[in-house]
């Protein structure tokens, strides 16, 4: 369980690098497809779990992209 959250979180941070919402909710929808597949346990914390580390490493990732293309901006 612990190297899919790790696969999910640099994924989600990379998706919020370079790509916005719609990039977002494909990746929530294949997330959540494959834990349940996949991994084993109760179903809501299977699915649960991988989909909120996916949610907030996306925001890190976008917030992350948007103070670099800022730094980028203002050397101009």
Known sequence: MLWSLVTVAAVGFLLGL???VPALLAASVAT???AGFLLEGPMLPRIL???LVLQCTYLAG???GD???RR???RR
Do not use: D, H, Y
């Open 18 to 20: 370079k790509f916005r």
């Open 32 to 34: 959540a497809v494959a």
């Open 49 to 51: 779990f991988p989909l």
């Open 62 to 64: 976008l917030i992350a």
């Open 67 to 69: 103070r670099w293309r």
């Open 72 to 74: 980028g901006s203002l």
